[in-house]
């Protein structure tokens, strides 16, 4: 590889880039980019690098790498989440507020610092994280569904507060 700072492929979503859980294909295609990310996540960030702090948006890349829009904006979005936690730390790629040919632009993490926080955006939420968070609530209510009427309510209102709290500040 020819950038030492790459150091590996990011793969955010269960060790890989991504999938549809019940599409025999999709499982089998998400195989194959896992074998190729490393490669292929490096000639984007590169690309995205370049551009210094004025960034670059998908359809830039595409253009650039000639690399298919599905595997750029899958590889910028695996990037944007590797390493990412609210007001803590960024992914590699940061999204922009600056929106170029209908899409954001991005910019390599280590161009932030010349960049005003205004102009900075969180990743969009994963909606895995939400599905797995509604089931785990579902899984919640079932268990207490036998409890007595007074400590049900009292459960169900603290248990929705709660959840109403962690989907604000996440």
């Known amino acids: 590889m ?6 590996q492929p990011s793969l955010e979503y269960y060790g890989t880039t991504g999938f549809v859980p019940d599409s025999d294909t999709s499982i089998k295609h998400a195989e194959f980019e896992k ?3 490393a490669s292929v996540q490096e000639t984007i960030l590169n690309a995205i690098k370049s551009t210094m702090n004025h960034g670059a948006t998908c359809r830039e890349i595409e253009v650039v790498t000639g690399l298919a829009h599905q595997t750029v904006s899958a590889c910028i979005r695996n990037m944007e989440l590797d390493g990412y936690e609210q007001d ?3 992914g590699k790629v940061v999204k ?3 929106i170029r040919d209908g899409g954001h632009a991005y910019i390599a993490s280590e161009h932030i610092n010349a960049m005003h926080e205004s102009l900075l955006m969180n990743p969009t939420k994963q909606r895995v994280q939400y599905k797995k968070r ?3 609530v579902l899984d919640e209510l079932e268990s207490v569904a036998h409890y007595p009427e007074p400590f049900l309510q009292n459960y169900i209102k603290g248990l929705v507060q709660g959840v109403r709290t962690e989907i604000q500040y996440q």
Do not use: H
């Open 35 to 37: 074998k190729r990310a």
């Open 2 to 7: 020819t950038d030492s700072t790459y150091d």
């Open 96 to 98: 922009l507020r600056t």
């Open 134 to 136: 509604l089931l785990e």
């Open 88 to 90: 803590v730390s960024r």
